[in-house]
């Protein structure tokens, strides 16, 4: 399968779609390749009374902060639910999610590398 974008993102969970966040934000454009049919699949098959570690604070993704009324350490449902409406707020964030169990993406000879990644901001 060709995919014509700057870049390719695999997974759509915390990295993937901040890495997608940002990206829109510089103007490149981006196909996330995601195994399942969620975003933040990992995060749903943790056990249920799990707390993140790390203070909301510091956990955010780039452009939007945690709900001001969760706790220091929200709970898992609430990460699943704070990813979710992080992919919606972006938008395009992911704008495709492709069943890619095992896959693996090669850039096609002679096609220019996208270069790297300037101006992105974190914004909260
Ligand atoms: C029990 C536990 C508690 C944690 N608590 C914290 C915490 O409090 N604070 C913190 O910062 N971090 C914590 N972490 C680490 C946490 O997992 C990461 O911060 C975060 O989830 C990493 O995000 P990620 O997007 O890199 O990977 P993941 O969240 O693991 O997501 C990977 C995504 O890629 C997809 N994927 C994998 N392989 C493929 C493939 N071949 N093709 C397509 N899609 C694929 C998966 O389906 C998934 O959606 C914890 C981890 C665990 C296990």
Request: glycine share 8%; proline share 9%.
């Amino acid at each position: 399968m060709a995919l014509d974008a700057d870049a390719v993102i695999i997974g759509a969970s915390a990295a993937g779609l901040a890495t997608a966040a940002c990206l829109k934000q510089t103007g490149r454009s981006f196909e996330i390749l995601e195994a399942t049919e969620v975003v933040g699949n990992t995060w749903r098959h943790h056990y249920d009374r799990l707390h993140l570690h790390t203070p909301k604070s510091g956990s955010a993704l780039p452009g939007l902060k945690m709900p001001r009324e969760w706790p220091r350490y929200p709970a898992r449902d609430q990460v699943v639910d704070y990813l979710q409406h992080y992919r919606a707020r972006h938008g395009s964030a992911p704008a495709t999610t492709r069943r890619s169990p095992g896959s693996s993406v090669a850039r096609e000879p002679g096609s220019p590398p996208a270069g790297p990644v300037s101006g992105a901001r974190a914004t909260s």
